[in-house]
Structure formats: structure tokens, C-alpha cells
T-cell receptor, first 114, second 114 residues
């Protein structure tokens, strides 16, 4: 069975500082990997995705993530955080096929301090 | 979110009553999903559909049923609502054959069972 672990429930980062959110997955083959962001009271918005090719993927809002097969990780990074980045972030994994259900991590709440 | 609408957005109901939540899409996507979101649990899959009248259970399907009589509509029914079903419910859609399309999420339905 596939699973996702986001080790950090909350993270506080100063505005302008760099950010890294951790995601570890468990899956038997090459997975599809996703990062979503959720602002309060809103649905989830796709930030970026990985399914093959270059292991460093770029997303929206200046985010990037790196797939490391040897570490079963897909960490999300941003070089300089803005106050508007405060939200909850979810990592998700799915089967490497044309369709699959996604399994989500429990989320990491990002707080941005002035 | 564009192309996917959930109704109602908020609902308060009494224990033991049936409740139906609706997800409507205009994207003609084949796959539709119902998730629930609870603090500390992230998103968990309730049911999903891979075509008209084709549905399957997710990890937390007990107490829920679904129906899909048209491509655009996916209904989630709580047969007899319980307090443990108080949650935020999200519908999502996806279409295979596009690499790793990920999901598009609706804005959610906040359900309170009293």
C-alpha cells in the first residue's frame, strides 16, 4: 500500500528566508508525486508534480521540489518565503499509470513571521 | 475552482438523518473522487468513480454511499449521519491519458452533524 509521511506538522519561517518542507513516500514502483497548497477555507491547489524525467521540478509561485528515489523523498523548497505563502501544504503519491487514486500526507502548516 | 462545483457549501444536520452532497463538473473528466479532511488526518479517500455507474470504495467508505448517473454529477450520501462524519468534504476530478494530471479540487462542503 502506498503512504506519505510529512514529518513536520507546523513550521515557522521568517519572511524572506528559505523554506524546505519534507515529504517521504512509500510506494513499490516509480510513483507520481504531487504537492498541493490549501489556504484557509479553500480547496487544494496543485503546486507541482513529478512523474518522470528531470528529478527537479518547478511549480507555480516560485516553488520547486526534488525527487530522490534513494531516499524516497520529494521535498518542497522555496528560496524566499512571502507572507502570502502561509498555508497548509500537502504531499501526495499515486501510482505511475494514466489514472490512480492519490494518497495524501497529513499536511504541514506553514506560518510566516514578519 | 473553475469547472467543479460542490453544493451545499455548508450544512448542519441532525444525527440519524440522511444527507446528500453534490459534486458537479463541467470538464467532462472521467474520474471523480470524494475525500474527507479532518485535522491531523489530512485527506482520506471515501469513494471514487471511474465512469458513469462505475464506483469503488476508498479507505474510509463505511457509512457512505455514492452514485454517478451522469458524467458531470457525483453524489455522496450519508445514509444516517453520525457526529464522527462531521468534516470537510472535498470532491476532485481527473482525466487519464495526460501524464500525471493530478486532481482539480472543489471548494469543499463543511458538514456539521449535531
Amino acid at each position: 500500500a502506498q503512504s506519505v509521511t510529512q514529518p513536520d506538522i507546523h513550521i515557522t519561517v521568517s519572511e524572506g528566508a528559505s523554506l524546505e518542507l519534507r515529504c517521504n513516500y512509500s510506494y513499490g514502483a516509480t510513483p507520481y508525486l504531487f504537492w498541493y497548497v490549501q489556504s484557509p477555507g479553500q480547496g487544494l491547489q496543485l503546486l507541482l508534480k513529478y512523474f518522470s524525467g528531470d528529478t527537479l521540478v518547478q511549480g507555480i509561485k516560485g516553488f520547486e521540489a526534488e525527487f530522490k528515489r534513494s531516499q524516497s523523498s520529494f521535498n518542497l523548497r522555496k528560496p524566499s518565503v512571502h507572507w502570502s505563502d502561509a498555508a497548509e501544504y500537502f504531499c501526495a503519491v499515486g501510482a505511475n499509470s494514466g489514472y490512480s487514486t492519490l494518497t495524501f500526507g497529513k499536511g504541514t502548516m506553514l506560518l510566516v513571521s514578519p | 475552482d473553475a469547472g467543479i462545483t460542490q453544493s451545499p457549501r455548508h450544512k448542519v444536520t441532525e444525527t440519524g438523518t440522511p444527507v446528500t452532497l453534490r459534486c458537479h463538473q463541467t470538464e467532462n473528466h472521467r474520474y471523480m473522487y470524494w475525500y474527507r479532511q479532518d485535522p491531523g488526518h489530512g485527506l482520506r479517500l471515501i469513494h471514487y468513480s471511474y465512469g458513469v455507474k462505475d464506483t469503488d470504495k476508498g479507505e474510509v467508505s463505511d457509512g457512505y454511499s455514492v452514485s454517478r448517473s451522469k458524467t458531470e454529477d457525483f453524489l455522496l450520501t450519508l445514509e444516517s449521519a453520525t457526529s464522527s462524519q462531521t468534516s470537510v468534504y472535498f470532491c476532485a476530478i481527473s482525466e487519464p491519458g495526460q501524464g500525471a494530471p493530478g486532481y482539480t479540487f472543489g471548494s469543499g462542503t463543511r458538514l456539521t452533524v449535531v
